[in-house]
């Protein structure tokens, strides 16, 4: 069995994709996984299952929630290997001696044109950015002293 990281867009965003963490964890036990894990109402989970490719896993996830819920968010699956080389990738390793002001979001794919101006104008003075693409997984990284 595979270890998988799942997150899920959208989910409890302002009252909206409400899905208990609870019942996330009935539904993806009812889809033959175990061990599962969440963090608080974040739509992220931890577990383990036998699916072999992350796509066709994903899906059946995101069409399970939409049968039980009626909304079928985006399901992104990482295997623990990815997601530990997508930490080494760190493009700021200042950052990591306080890990708390480290963010990393995860893309689909990497914008061909991304509006930097727009970004510059909602930062925070501390805050940084940087796009990255490598070994198949692309990422939103962001530093910042501030809280």
Known sequence: ?????????GINMVGRNRLPMKELVALLEG?????????????NAAFRHRGKVAARLAKRISTAIGKAYGFEPLVMLLETEKLARIIADNPFPEAESEPGSL?????TSVPEQPDWEALEEVKRKSQRFALGQKRGHSTFWSPSAEK
Do not use: C, P
């Open 103 to 107: 963010e990393v979001g995860f893309l």
């Open 31 to 43: 889809l033959n996984a175990r061990d599962v894990k969440t963090y608080h109402q974040s739509g």
């Open 1 to 9: 069995m595979k270890t998988w990281i799942a997150l899920l867009r």
